[in-house]
């Protein structure tokens, strides 16, 4: 909303009207297009994406005045490297487990494990190296004056929006996929989970109603959403992507080897992320608990 309100300031659009435009139009997408369907309309904005993009990034890195120097350049953290290393370390950890849309992936792949595999595998990287480029080039100062010309804010904003675009198709897309099952298993006696291609009503519904809800009222600014953020962040997000994965994993092993509870080399990948989960876990709870006086003050 506030995009398409900053963009076309002479259409006199609300940020809550743009929200629920944009919000209409997800719907309506996700109910009429098969999986096929929303994977092209998807794939069209990565085109409109990674073109924005490289019509930013690439002007922007020759204009960095010093390439050596911007990458030899010593860090801004007072504590040193390691220190920001640690800090970095868990971010860039983190960004690599948002793969809530790799049951649609898979359907769309036809379920052949290898191809899953390489497009989850470069799916993860090539955020990650455009995130990069895209620091050099800040750094260097050259997307300072890539972005002052005409072509460059409307590039930006090309790029702004085939992101969010994209990444809201992709999370219905994942959000209805886990619903559908939800919903099978409380039509189907059997426990069976039959594959469908188009989304059903409820799941797109189910899919939709929370984030929009948050979105419209929040969507006039002046709410601050940090602690909520924090939360989910901090929390949530640990306890979604690395501790219950490894719960559904063992449940699994159980009922395969009949409850015989051996631990293998093959369990060790769990246990490194069990681990490592726990002590994110406990080291935000330390930070919160010293943070608290100041919250309260």
Request: proline share 5%.
């Amino acid at each position: 909303g506030s995009l398409l309100a900053s963009t076309f300031p002479e259409l006199g659009l609300e940020p809550i009207m743009g929200a629920g435009a944009f919000a209409a139009l997800l719907a309506v997408f996700s109910l009429t297009q098969t999986n096929t369907g929303l994977e092209k309309i998807a794939n069209a904005a990565v085109m409109v994406l990674f073109s924005s993009f490289a019509s930013l990034l690439l002007p922007s890195m020759a204009n960095v005045s010093d390439p050596m120097g911007t990458l030899l350049a010593p860090g801004t953290n007072a504590d040193g490297f390691a220190a920001a290393a640690a800090a970095a370390v868990p971010l860039l950890l983190s960004s690599l487990t948002y793969q809530n849309i790799v049951p649609s992936i898979t359907k769309l792949l036809d379920f052949d494990r290898t191809k899953s595999t390489i497009a989850v595998a470069i799916g993860s990287f090539i955020p990650m190296a455009m995130y990069v480029a895209w620091c050099f080039a800040d750094l260097g100062g050259g997307i300072d004056s890539s972005t002052a010309s005409g072509a460059g804010v409307a590039a930006f904003t090309a790029f702004s929006a085939s992101a969010l675009f994209g990444s809201s198709i992709a999370a219905v897309m994942s959000l209805a996929e886990e619903y559908e099952s939800i919903f099978s298993d409380m039509v189907e006696d059997d426990g069976s989970c039959p594959i469908k291609n188009k989304f059903s009503v409820p799941a797109v519904t189910a899919s939709m109603v929370p984030p929009v809800a948050v979105a419209l009222a929040f969507s006039q600014g002046g709410q601050d959403m940090s602690c909520a953020l924090h939360f989910n962040g901090a929390f949530i997000t640990p306890f979604l992507y690395g501790l219950l994965p490894i719960i559904l994993y063992q449940n699994i092993q159980q009922k395969e080897d009949d409850g015989a509870g051996l631990i293998s080399l093959s369990s060790l990948p769990q246990v490194l992320l069990g681990a490592g989960t726990i002590g994110f876990l406990g080291q935000e709870i330390i930070q919160d608990i010293t943070n608290l006086p100041n919250l309260m003050a």
